[in-house]
């Protein structure tokens, strides 16, 4: 645990926020977690705890240790119990308005030394500094889902981050047992910028008739080695997500690559999202997941 950083924000306690202030606890830091309404929080804190009651379960964790790490978590709906924290790490929605109007409240609120952080996936660290007056102390931290699981952390810095933000910041994520990446501020950074014109690919040539969606993922998988193929994947991260990021990327770059395809648009209107929802690519009902109907 870094001496310089004692207690850790975390706004947002869905998939990344809930995962993001596991690890941070789990690494000794004193971690406050916040959502907008009870019952978010307490969905996302329940699932903290069961992902530390299955690490019991499996022997990778003492009950004295899950103990400690729970004891470590303070759930909050208040954003000012947040303002006494060393570093603040934003999981919110993937909007920019919502982050520039959450971080411009922060910089209202916390100490003129906490250290601001984004898990934006696409959005620009320098446009979200903007919004705040320490930009020498905003990075961008992006972790991957499952947080507790993935190895990876892409940290960004911006052209007004300190050397000494960045160098702390990168020393922060190994102290999570994470591996660091140290990333331009460049819309997608290194993983998305590669990945998300990869997907869109898989669904234009879905679109085009050259395989089916089962077929595809099959060979990539079994071609090329991937853990899971371009439409689980894009089920799994969400369609919704990967929708958003489309329009970040192409608002930014202009390149018909980050464009979305017309399916993925159908299904984002229509609410197939994916395995949150139940559906996306395939059909969640049951036990095995099958290619939906709205995709056949």
Known sequence: MLSEIQNVGVIGC????SGIAQVCAQAGY???????????????????????????AKGKLTEPDRDAIADRLTATIDLGDLSECDLIIEAIVE?????????STLDGLCRATAIFASNTSSLSITELAAGTGRGDR???LHFFNPVPVMPL?????????????????????SSLGKSPVACRDNTGFIVNRLLVP?????IRAYEQGVGSIADIDTGMRLGCGYPMGPFTLGDFVG????????????????????????????????GYHGRKTGMGFYDYSDDEPVVSDFVK
Not at 14 to 17: D, E, K, R, S
Not at 155 to 160: A, F, N, Y
Not at 240 to 269: G, W
């Open 30 to 56: 004193g971690t406050v977690v916040r959502e907008v309404d009870e019952g978010l929080l307490e969905h996302g804190v329940a699932s903290i705890h069961k992902n530390l009651d299955r690490a019991l």
């Open 198 to 202: 990869y997907m869109l690919d898989a």
């Open 138 to 140: 905003f990075v961008g």
């Open 95 to 103: 909007n920019r308005e919502a982050k520039h109007e959450l971080f």
């Open 239 to 270: 369609l919704d997500t990967l929708y958003h990021i489309t329009e970040i990327m192409y608002d930014e770059y202009k390149d018909a690559r980050f464009a979305a395809p017309s399916l993925l648009r159908r299904m984002f209107l229509a």
């Open 153 to 173: 952390v892409e940290v960004v810095r911006c052209g007004q981050t300190s050397e000494e933000s960045f160098k702390l910041a990168l020393a922060f994520a």
């Open 14 to 17: 869905g998939l990344m926020g």
